[in-house]
Every structure is written in C-alpha cells, then in structure tokens.
C-alpha cells in the first residue's frame, strides 16, 4: 500500500520536520515583527483601495521604492517553500500546489492585518496583503519545481529503494468506515 508521490523513507520524515519546525519559527519571527506595538507620535490611515500604496511608493522613484516592496515581498516568502515542504509531496500537480500555497499565504497575510488591527501603531494596508501573497507565489514558482524534480530525480538514482514510503496518514487509514443503520428513517 505505497502511494506514489511521497518522498521514501527517512528522508520524507526529515524534510517533513525540517519544514514543519522552519514554519513555526518563521511564522513566530513574523508574529514578533508585525504583532508588536509601534511607539509613533501618529499614525497613518488604514490603506483599503488596493494597490494605492504600491502606486505611492513608485511615485517617489524606484530606489525610495524599493525598500517598502521588497519587505512586503519578503515577509511571507519562506512560505512558499516551507508549506509544500512540510507537505512533503513530491508527484503533485504543479497548479493545484501553487493554488494551495498562495491560498495559505494569503490566508496567513489576512490574519496578520486582522490581529495589527488590536496593535497601537499598526493600520490596516491592503497592498500588504497583496505583495505578501505575491512574495509566496514568487518564492514557490522560483524554489519548489526545481526542489521537487531534484527530489525525484534523487529517488530514482537511490539504489535499493523499494519505492515510495507509506505517509503516516495511510498507515492509520483502514478503509471506509462501515455504516449500519440502527435507526430507522422517519416519515
């Protein structure tokens, strides 16, 4: 009962807690930097029309605004690369993976504006949203094809390798659960 796809042995378990662990320390870095109250004299308003902030930024010329972007960009990136690596899937379709991750980004990016809105100092901005989703969709594009295709490559050139590993789910996984009606169906 091997389900092709998962990456095989020890090493899907290394790559799976590797990631895991990598994803709750950068989510807890992102949750100090973004959750902590700012000590400022005053405060911009929230930010809801979508990319007004992103065109402001370029208004002031690209080295002024490269710095805003790029650290929206950035934020979010890792996620990216650690949700499918905490996955640890190798024969995934490439779109149904970078919808997930992106959804997840996205997701993630949203409940950090929701909690900055309860943070003295923190305002709404909804390019944030935006070029944080964006930061995922471009680490995931640039790392996890090329990751998952060395993976497999790696896989096949292992001698020895019966094949794929069992993941932990279908281990536990004993079929359907067999219904029986006890009850029967009211008028």
């Known amino acids: 009962m091997q389900r092709q796809g998962s990456i095989g042995g020890s090493a899907a378990i290394r ?4 990631g895991g662990v990598l994803l709750v ?10 959750l902590r109250p700012l000590d400022v004299p005053w405060v911009m308003p929230p930010n809801l ?4 902030g992103i065109r ?7 080295p002024a605004a490269a710095r805003p972007l790029g650290e929206g960009l950035a934020l979010l990136a890792p996620l990216g690369v650690l949700l ?5 899937r190798l024969a995934v379709s490439p779109l149904a993976s970078l919808v997930r991750t992106a959804a997840a980004g ?5 409940g950090i504006a929701l909690l900055q809105t309860g943070v003295p100092g923190r305002v709404v ?4 949203l935006l070029l944080n989703t964006a930061g995922v969709v471009l680490a995931h594009l640039a790392v996890v094809p090329a990751g998952r295709a060395w993976l497999r ?3 096949a050139r292992e001698p020895g390798a019966a094949g794929p590993a069992v993941t932990v789910q279908e281990e536990l996984s004993q079929g359907r659960t067999p219904t029986i009606p006890r009850v029967g169906i009211a008028p």
């Not at 790559?15 to 590797?18: A, D, L, M, Q």
């Not at 029309?49 to 007004?52: E, G, K, S, Y």
């Not at 402001?56 to 690209?62: E, F, H, T, V």
């Open 56 to 62: 402001g930024d370029l208004a002031l010329g690209w």
């Open 153 to 155: 490559r790696r896989d």
């Open 106 to 110: 996205a997701l993630v990016s949203l």
């Open 125 to 128: 901005d909804v390019d944030s």
């Open 49 to 52: 029309r979508p990319l007004a």
């Open 15 to 18: 790559i799976r807690v590797t």
């Open 25 to 34: 320390a950068h989510l807890a870095l992102v949750a100090w930097l973004m």
């Open 84 to 88: 499918p690596m905490a996955h640890g």
